[in-house]
């Protein structure tokens, strides 16, 4: 059996079924997950920290009764550099906090952990989860950036090193790097999963993000996070019966190549019958984008504290956020925090049958260079509204570089999104 | 001087205002606190942590230099024990957590540390801000709960130990307290401060909270926590023009005396000109506590995970409200919060020309004995919906044991809030 072609092709549930059906064993997935890393960690530079192949088998294999009764077998998982757990650093991508080791596992690992997920290692992250980029590649062309700030998450799925990973979106930091990468990104409505442990950014923006390489991953790790009853089985997909979309240049800026994706998929969408209304916004949805940046600037300064107190160690735009939030009227920011709520009502009521909105994930495909991670504009008026959102990969560009479209949906209303999006993913592929 | 005398009478801006015209000297002040604490805490038990008086002098005499020019000038600052601090212990009143010491302060921590205060220690709060008591006793009536769960930081402002204190409030744990010991407590909108380092028990309910004196000292920590101009002149004060009121008996059970102090400080506001409108709310604030209570079990038992797996060492009622969140379908969960925010939007638009609501801040005086400590229904409907709330002490009943009223702002006007509490306050006095 060749176990990378295998873990090429297999995502989480499929791999579970598999061990379930004794197609193959837990440990050749577990050393498949090591071979393609020991390929190519080198080039693509998903990992901060990472267990070895040899103290994952022993930590494995000292417990394996209770991972084999297990849920997710002792399967790896990666998880975003600011994502605290009791057993690795969690250094936020930041020289502030080299050697910062957390005394507990965030509440999303202790679940994860516990229902049987091993923690492989701690996924790149760009500087506290904004801007300055690390080290990860964009696996799908590695003169590209991987996007970020979830960007060793997004690349170890989208490079088929670990089936699972954990990551985190305040501006666009989950469905950014996902779409560039060419992986599923989803992140939870607001307020949806526990943040417990996760290190904070903005509180009001703030949501927990999943990556995997199958809808029903995404569906299996919700459960699993929500304490709900969780199942391998083949979830049901289907399409929405009508959809809002909004293209990118109700956002801002976009490339002649994500607007040809955006087409195609209207059509698609069109030759399946569903539905397609124009999200004739005017500038709303761009102002979105502003008080998204007000209600962040305003916030991370008063979350990141200490750091702040350092400014010598943070990067130039870091310092820059921290400075217009510190010098930014409170009723700018108290308005901003308005505008986006009014706009979550008006979103829906501009047509009140769409299941979700259809959305360019990013501007257009990776920019070239590993100095930026690529412009977040794109997921600012959603993250703002805090609605749940899915990217949506398999479009691609002439030369094979991932497009990614999101799939926006209702607040709180996170499983009806999945099923939408497990409906619209086979049309992209 | 007595200094002792002083600081019972003296709230934190006044102590800096006697600092700066020389009436009175930093160590002076600082050992009135720590004369205090010998003399009460054995009895009324604030304390869960407590730096010793020499070793508070020697961190204060070790920058004194950085402290005389600082805003707090080196005050003493209580700290709720669920609050990280990165030099005292944080045990949140669970034996799980015995002797756990957290790696970084909390950001609110930080910020009052980095403005000049000093963290004289941990005070006691019930096992995860929840229902069961730790050792404090109200230092209004020792017979008699001090109510929870910010129970320490609330007697240690109401016995005159410290000028300033943190809490946190999830259903009532700032309120209550405050209200059966006679401080001020109040609790910021929901979002309004960074919780970053506060262990989270529900994302949609948990508040930052302050305890005071002064209306003018929550004012000073509130600028300083958002990192506002902060200013120690006496701040101005307003009557509301026309207040709400919601009877204790539109939330839940209420007491006579409460009954009697709800008519009389209605009295004292018309007399004043105040407008009193009766919120004649129906069954509809009543439902609220049913959703807040929803809220609360579905979130509790997904944030406080790996506790949930040692319920050996849980409390009844916490295991209780576990199950209950763990047994309870999501559709329920989903249906408290809309019901949350739908109510947000009615209450004011029930009277829009109102300034605030006034209502009781617990159904009675402080009960009796420490086994449990009081009914947290009064506070549950405006926690649910994320307003600013402040207990303004001053009433009592025939035996003299505080009966504390509470008004309600709207969402995110706190400044506006704190000015009509200051108009109020020396009327119930």
């Not at 080299?98 to 952990?113: F, H, Y």
């Given at each position: 059996?060749?176990?990378?072609?295998?873990?090429?092709?297999?995502?989480?549930?499929?791999?579970?079924?598999a061990?379930?059906?004794?197609?193959?064993t837990t440990?050749?997935?577990i050393?498949?997950?090591?071979?393609?890393?020991?390929?190519?960690?080198?080039?693509?530079?998903?990992?901060q920290?990472q267990?070895?192949?040899?103290?994952y088998?022993?930590?494995?294999?000292?417990?394996?009764d209770?991972?084999?009764?297990?849920?997710?077998?002792?399967?790896?998982?990666?998880?975003?550099?600011?994502?605290?757990t009791?057993?690795?650093?969690?250094?936020?991508?930041?020289?502030i906090?080299?050697?910062?080791?957390?005394?507990?596992?965030?509440?999303?690992?202790a679940?994860?952990?516990?229902?049987?997920?091993?923690?492989?290692?701690?996924?790149?992250?760009?500087?506290?989860?904004?801007f300055?980029?690390?080290?990860?590649?964009?696996?799908?062309?590695?003169?590209?950036?991987?996007?970020?700030s979830?960007?060793?998450s997004?690349?170890?799925?989208?490079?088929?090193?670990?089936?699972m990973?954990?990551?985190?979106?305040?501006?666009?930091?989950?469905?950014?790097?996902?779409?560039?990468?060419?992986?599923?990104?989803?992140?939870?409505?607001?307020?949806?999963?526990s943040l417990?442990?996760?290190?904070?950014l903005?509180?009001?923006?703030?949501?927990?993000?999943?990556?995997?390489?199958?809808?029903?991953?995404?569906?299996?790790?919700?459960?699993?996070?929500?304490?709900?009853?969780?199942?391998?089985?083949?979830?049901?997909?289907?399409?929405?019966?009508?959809?809002?979309?909004?293209?990118?240049?109700?956002?801002g800026?976009?490339?002649?190549?994500?607007q040809?994706?955006?087409e195609?998929?209207?059509?698609l969408?069109?030759?399946?019958?569903v539905?397609?209304?124009?999200?004739?916004?005017?500038e709303?949805?761009k102002?979105?984008?502003?008080?998204?940046?007000?209600?962040?600037?305003?916030e991370?300064?008063?979350?990141?504290?200490?750091?702040?107190?350092?400014?010598?160690?943070l990067?130039?735009?870091?310092?820059?956020?921290?400075?217009?939030?510190?010098?930014?009227?409170?009723?700018?920011?108290v308005?901003?925090?308005a505008?986006?709520?009014?706009?979550r009502?008006?979103?829906?009521?501009?047509?009140?049958?769409?299941?979700?909105?259809?959305?360019?994930?990013?501007?257009?495909?990776?920019?070239?260079?590993?100095?930026?991670?690529?412009?977040?504009?794109?997921?600012?008026?959603?993250?703002?509204?805090?609605?749940?959102?899915?990217?949506?990969?398999?479009?691609?560009d002439?030369?094979?570089?991932?497009?990614?479209?999101?799939l926006?949906?209702?607040?709180?209303?996170?499983?009806?999104?999945?099923?939408?999006?497990?409906?619209?993913?086979?049309?992209f592929?």
């Amino acid at each position: 059996m060749n176990t990378n072609i295998d873990v090429n092709q297999m995502g989480l549930c499929q791999m579970l079924r598999a061990i379930d059906e004794g197609v193959c064993t837990t440990e050749a997935l577990i050393n498949a997950c090591f071979d393609r890393i020991d390929a190519r960690e080198l080039e693509v530079g998903a990992w901060q920290v990472q267990r070895s192949r040899e103290e994952y088998l022993a930590a494995y294999r000292a417990q394996q009764d209770f991972y084999d009764a297990s849920l997710l077998k002792g399967l790896p998982l990666g998880v975003k550099d600011i994502i605290d757990t009791e057993e690795m650093l969690t250094e936020m991508g930041s020289p502030i906090h080299a050697g910062r080791q957390p005394i507990e596992d965030a509440s999303c690992v202790a679940l994860l952990r516990a229902a049987g997920g091993i923690v492989l290692g701690k996924t790149v992250t760009t500087e506290f989860a904004y801007f300055k980029p690390g080290k990860t590649k964009n696996p799908a062309d590695l003169s590209r950036t991987p996007g970020g700030s979830s960007s060793g998450s997004a690349a170890a799925i989208a490079d088929d090193m670990v089936p699972m990973a954990l990551g985190s979106q305040t501006a666009a930091s989950v469905i950014r790097p996902a779409a560039y990468c060419g992986a599923i990104g989803y992140v939870g409505s607001r307020g949806e999963f526990s943040l417990r442990g996760g290190q904070p950014l903005a509180q009001s923006l703030d949501s927990l993000g999943l990556f995997a390489r199958q809808i029903e991953d995404v569906q299996l790790l919700r459960a699993i996070l929500l304490r709900q009853p969780a199942s391998i089985a083949p979830a049901s997909a289907q399409l929405p019966s009508c959809v809002l979309l909004c293209r990118g240049e109700s956002v801002g800026e976009v490339s002649p190549e994500m607007q040809v994706a955006t087409e195609k998929a209207v059509v698609l969408l069109q030759a399946q019958g569903v539905k397609v209304i124009e999200l004739d916004a005017g500038e709303r949805i761009k102002e979105m984008v502003t008080h998204h940046i007000n209600i962040m600037a305003w916030e991370v300064c008063r979350n990141l504290v200490m750091e702040s107190f350092h400014k010598e160690q943070l990067s130039g735009p870091l310092a820059a956020l921290i400075e217009q939030g510190l010098s930014m009227d409170r009723a700018t920011y108290v308005a901003s925090l308005a505008a986006v709520e009014s706009g979550r009502e008006w979103l829906w009521s501009f047509a009140p049958e769409a299941d979700a909105i259809l959305t360019p994930a990013a501007p257009g495909i990776a920019p070239l260079g590993h100095e930026a991670t690529g412009a977040p504009h794109m997921s600012r008026p959603w993250q703002a509204m805090g609605l749940p959102v899915i990217n949506v990969p398999g479009m691609v560009d002439d030369n094979g570089v991932p497009l990614g479209l999101q799939l926006v949906g209702k607040a709180r209303q996170d499983d009806t999104l999945l099923t939408y999006a497990s409906g619209l993913m086979p049309l992209f592929v």
